[in-house]
């Protein structure tokens, strides 16, 4: 038990790093999940768009036929 009293600053020193460490990674790891999330986001809206765009010309093509 002497030995842990007699090298408690330095292991609250080693905790105090590894703390820092472990939250440096976990902030990280989460600012890359939301860019990654964000990226899907955005390609998904353009994919929307993209048909979106598309729609409506294959809608005016198939009732001008009909009118026919």
């Known amino acids: 038990?002497?030995?842990l009293t007699?090298?408690?600053?330095?292991?609250?020193?080693?905790a105090a790093f590894m703390i820092f460490?472990?939250?440096y990674l976990a902030l990280f790891l989460s600012i890359m999940?939301?860019?990654l999330l964000a990226h899907f986001v955005?390609?998904?809206s353009r994919m929307a768009?993209?048909?979106l765009m598309i729609l409506?010309?294959?809608v005016?093509?198939?009732s001008f036929l009909a009118r026919k």
């Open 49 to 51: 768009r993209t048909h």
């Open 6 to 14: 007699a090298y408690n600053s330095t292991f609250q020193v080693i």
């Open 21 to 23: 460490i472990v939250g």
């Open 56 to 58: 409506p010309l294959k």
């Open 33 to 35: 999940i939301c860019l």
């Open 1 to 3: 038990m002497n030995f």
């Open 60 to 62: 005016v093509q198939v």
């Open 42 to 44: 955005l390609e998904g």
